[in-house]
């Protein structure tokens, strides 16, 4: 005959196996995160890009200049050289290289912006790969102690399992079936012990004749409170 006492020890290995499980999915869940490291490295590649942004946008700029730049001794020629005679002709000459001047010093103030943007990328590169190297050292070594974590927990899943299956099979299967039940719907706890004189799961107090029946242990007994099986312990 199953006895109370089978199912509750049954019980005891089936929750050190639900405790040992959610060990396990929290260790697996925070190996499969990264999440620290992923987002420093993305902060790191946006910077990245955005340097490299920054260099072609002063590239182009510098290419512009040099070319602008060819124009300025021409422009000068015609004016100091005596071959413009009209005013007009002097005034258009003088706005023109004015115009260009002009141009060249916006260029210039740009390319100094772009090259503190620049150095200011450089710096937050460097910052950003130093820190995410001390984040990868712990990384390594939190990956390392929660490898063999969840490896200690499955070696001791297995031993605990294998002696569930051993108790089980010594359960009368009906027995079992009910208890499997139970425990399914009462959050894992489908035997309740008994102490003075409460269901030590619902607390509720059981009548009396409930007790002496828990007691003499000859049938099951469910509480008549929360239905959970009774043992006297
Ligand atoms: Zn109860």
Same mark, same amino acid.
């Given at each position: 005959?199953?006895?109370?006492?089978?199912?509750?020890?049954?019980?005891?290995?089936?929750?050190?196996?639900?405790? +040992? $499980? /959610?060990?396990?999915?929290?260790?697996? =869940?925070?190996?499969?995160?990264?999440? =620290?490291?992923?987002?420093?490295?993305?902060?790191?590649?946006?910077?990245?890009? %955005?340097?490299?942004?920054? $260099?072609?946008?002063?590239?182009?700029?510098?290419?512009?200049?040099?070319?602008?730049?060819?124009?300025?001794?021409?422009? @000068?020629? %015609?004016?100091? /050289?005596?071959?413009?005679?009209?005013?007009?002709? #002097?005034?258009?000459?003088?706005?023109?290289?004015?115009?260009? *001047?002009?141009?060249?010093?916006? #260029?210039?103030? %740009? #390319?100094?912006?772009?090259?503190?943007?620049?150095?200011?990328? %450089?710096?937050?590169?460097?910052?950003?790969?130093? @820190?995410?190297? +001390?984040?990868?050292?712990?990384?390594?070594? *939190?990956?390392?102690?929660?490898?063999?974590?969840? @490896?200690?927990?499955?070696?001791? @899943?297995?031993? +605990?399992?294998? $002696?569930?299956? =051993?108790?089980?099979?010594?359960?009368?299967?009906?027995?079992?079936?009910?208890?499997?039940?139970?425990?399914?719907?009462?959050?894992?706890?489908?035997?309740?012990?008994? =102490?003075?004189?409460?269901?030590?799961?619902?607390?509720?107090?059981?009548?009396?004749?409930?007790? $002496?029946?828990?007691?003499?242990?000859?049938?099951?007994?469910?509480?008549?409170?929360?239905?959970?099986?009774?043992?006297?312990?």
């Amino acid at each position: 005959m199953t006895t109370v006492k089978q199912l509750f020890s049954l019980q005891e290995l089936d929750l050190a196996l639900d405790a +040992i $499980q /959610s060990q396990k999915s929290q260790a697996e =869940e925070e190996l499969n995160a990264r999440l =620290e490291l992923e987002q420093m490295e993305t902060a790191l590649a946006e910077e990245q890009g %955005r340097l490299s942004e920054t $260099q072609e946008s002063h590239q182009s700029f510098r290419q512009d200049a040099d070319e602008l730049r060819e124009r300025v001794p021409g422009l @000068e020629e %015609r004016i100091y /050289s005596g071959d413009v005679t009209t005013a007009r002709e #002097m005034a258009s000459a003088e706005l023109e290289a004015g115009h260009v *001047r002009k141009q060249l010093d916006d #260029m210039e103030m %740009r #390319m100094l912006e772009l090259t503190v943007a620049a150095d200011n990328s %450089r710096s937050r590169i460097t910052s950003l790969e130093s @820190e995410l190297e +001390i984040t990868r050292v712990g990384w390594e070594v *939190r990956q390392a102690e929660l490898t063999q974590q969840v @490896e200690q927990l499955s070696s001791k @899943e297995d031993t +605990i399992q294998v $002696q569930r299956e =051993e108790l089980a099979a010594t359960v009368d299967q009906q027995e079992l079936q009910k208890y499997d039940i139970l425990r399914k719907r009462k959050g894992g706890t489908a035997v309740a012990k008994v =102490e003075r004189g409460l269901c030590q799961a619902c607390r509720m107090s059981l009548p009396t004749q409930h007790l $002496q029946r828990v007691r003499t242990g000859r049938q099951m007994v469910l509480c008549s409170s929360c239905g959970r099986m009774l043992w006297p312990g």
